[in-house]
C-alpha cells in the first residue's frame, strides 16, 4: 500500500516559488551583473514565467529587495551565533567571502547609481546598516564594547573585509586572493585584544 504525501499548502508552494525567484535573482547577480539581471533572465533561471514573478513580487526591485533581505537575514544569523571574538571575524569573513556576497555589492552599487532603485532599496539597506552599526544595536555594543576605540576597530575590522569581498568580486574567477588569510589573522588578533 502506497501512502501518498498530503499536497502542499497553497502557502507552502507560494514561499517555495518566492524562495525560488529570490534565488534565481542572486545567480544572475553573481554571474551577470546588475545590468543583466532583469525580468526575463530571473524567470529563464527559475524556469518560470514572467507572470509567476510579477505574481509574488510587484517588480524587479522589489524581488531585488527580498534578495538582499534574504542574504542579509543568513548573515546576521550566522554572525549572532559566534562565540569569541576571533570567531566573530572568522564567522564575517565567511559571509562576506561567499560567492552570492557579490550580489549585495552588485545592489549596493545599483542603488548608489540609481536614484529610483535607492528610493525602493534605502529601507532594506537602512534595516541592515543599522544592524552593523553599533550606534544603532545594543547587542553589537555589547559585544564589542562601547569606547571609540572599539567601535573603531570593528568598523576597521568590517570595512578591511568588504574591501577583501570587493577585491574578489572583481578577481577573474573570483578565487581567494593570495592575502586574505595573513589579513584575517592579523584581523583576529586585532579583535581579541581590543574587542575582547
Known sequence: MTIEASPRTQEARSAAMRARLIEAAISSLVDRGYAATTAVEVCKRANVTRGALFHHFEDLADLLGAALTALFTDMVES??????????????????SRRDFKAVIEIWLA??????????????????????????NPKLVGRIGRSKEATAVYRLIVEAMIGMALGRAVTPDSGEMGHEELVLDLLRTLAEEKLG
Open 79 to 96: 554572525g549572532l551565533a559566534a562565540d569569541s571574538q576571533e570567531d566573530l571575524v572568522s564567522r564575517a569573513w565567511r559571509n562576506v
Open 111 to 136: 542603488a548608489r547609481n540609481d536614484p529610483t532603485l535607492a528610493g525602493r532599496l534605502g529601507p532594506v539597506i537602512e534595516k541592515f546598516r543599522d544592524v552593523f552599526d553599533p550606534a544603532s
